[in-house]
């Protein structure tokens, strides 16, 4: 079905904080899983991936944690800029289908 | 630096009228996109395409078609636009691997039909 809702969860962090972002996906034969930023005003950046044979992967100053158990995503940024400012998005693809399922994305506020 | 490019940034149009949004991207990626993007409701997948003159139907493809007559070129189009079009349109494209890989977007079309 179709989730209903006009305003985003939001997230409010200092600059100079960790922020993390949670992400329930729906379906357990996902096996690929993915974050986006929007900007406002721009299509979404990718920003790190993970695949579902790990739990965790690293980029620079980004962590993707991934829990099949409980089918939930986290985004881990560590040291949080006023850029990174934006909305946030976690998807999910399963069986190699090349299609990303997007879930309706979380707004993280950066403050000084 | 890879790119998709969506034609327009703004488009206003009228209920009825035929509609054609233009994406184009410079990657040789197999696969291509079309998304829109409701406050609140994220992205949407309308319809996509693994190859030339390939369409396959997203979850809400009603109201909508689409074209893929070049590898680099995928057209939405909406047939006879209606107020409930009005959204934010974003194209995709990814490379066919044999696994799934991320998707690239466009800067996306903001349409407003009256």
């Known amino acids: 079905g179709e989730s209903v809702g006009l305003h985003l969860p939001t997230l409010s962090v200092q600059e100079g904080d960790n922020s993390i972002i949670n992400c329930a996906y729906s379906?357990?034969?996902?096996?690929?899983f993915i974050w986006y930023k929007q900007e406002s005003g721009k299509g979404p950046q990718f920003i790190i991936d993970?695949?579902?044979?790990?739990d965790k992967r690293q980029g620079q100053r980004v962590t993707v944690l991934l829990n099949k158990t409980v089918k939930h995503l986290s985004l881990q940024i560590a040291a949080t800029q006023p850029g990174d400012s934006a909305v946030y998005f976690c998807?999910?693809?399963?069986?190699?289908?090349?299609?990303?399922?997007f879930g309706t994305g979380t707004r993280l506020q950066v403050f000084p | 630096d890879v790119k998709v490019t969506q034609s327009s940034r703004y488009l206003v149009k009228r209920t009825g009228e035929k509609v054609f949004l233009e994406c184009v991207q410079d990657?040789?990626?197999?696969?291509m996109f079309w998304y829109r993007q409701d406050p609140g409701l994220g992205l949407r997948l309308i319809y996509f395409?693994?190859?030339?003159?390939?369409?396959e139907k997203g979850d809400i493809p009603e109201g909508y078609s689409v074209s893929r007559e070049k590898k680099e070129r995928f057209s939405l189009i909406l047939e006879s636009a209606s107020t409930n079009q009005t959204s934010m349109y974003l194209c995709?494209?990814?490379?066919?691997?044999?696994?799934?890989?991320?998707?690239?977007f466009g800067s996306g079309t903001q349409l407003s039909v009256l």
């Open positions: 993970i695949r579902s044979n790990m």
């Open positions: 379906n357990s034969a996902s096996d690929y």
């Open positions: 995709a494209s990814s490379s066919r691997t044999g696994t799934n890989e991320k998707l690239f």
């Open positions: 395409s693994y190859d030339v003159k390939m369409k």
């Open positions: 990657m040789d990626h197999e696969n």
């Open positions: 998807a999910e693809s399963f069986y190699n289908t090349d299609k990303l399922i």
